[in-house]
Nanobody, 127 residues
Framework: QLQLVESGGGLVQPGGSLRLSCAVSELTLDYYPIGWFRQAPGKEREGVSY????????EYRDSVKGRFTISKDNALNTVYLQMNSLKPEDTAVYYC????????????????????WGQGTQVTVSS
């Protein structure tokens, strides 16, 4: 069973930065695209970013473009989400997820298409 473990969340002031990590239990980054999602209290889970198997394709939701960067290190089986210029509206539990097949077009942000999920890490942006 594939396992994903997120880390790096915490409390940060507006304008600050955090780097989230998603460690994958098996040698799977060569086979699974990875997505980052977030869920704020009372809201639906939403797609934040996506990286393809090769890393050549990355996607971002509009509200984080220019502020967040997704990357991966296959040797470490880890995917990262660098978050800069954080805003209070970025506050949420952040999850990484793996999908068995590449996702095309705008389907990458659909959480129902992903097969494996981590437990989440809390990100709070507040002064």
């Amino acid at each position: 069973q594939l396992q994903l473990v997120e880390s790096g969340g915490g409390l940060v002031q507006p304008g600050g930065s955090l780097r989230l990590s998603c460690a994958v239990s098996e040698l799977t980054l060569d086979y699974y695209p990875i997505g980052w999602f977030r869920q704020a209290p009372g809201k639906e889970r939403e797609g934040v970013s996506y990286i393809s198997i090769s890393g050549g394709r990355t996607e971002y939701r509009d509200s984080v473009k220019g502020r967040f960067t997704i990357s991966k290190d296959n040797a470490l089986n880890t995917v990262y989400l660098q978050m800069n210029s954080l805003k209070p509206e970025d506050t949420a539990v952040y999850y990484c997820a793996a999908v068995k097949v590449p996702l095309y077009g705008s389907s990458w942000y659909r959480p129902d298409l992903y097969d494996y999920w981590g437990q989440g890490t809390q990100v709070t942006v507040s002064s």
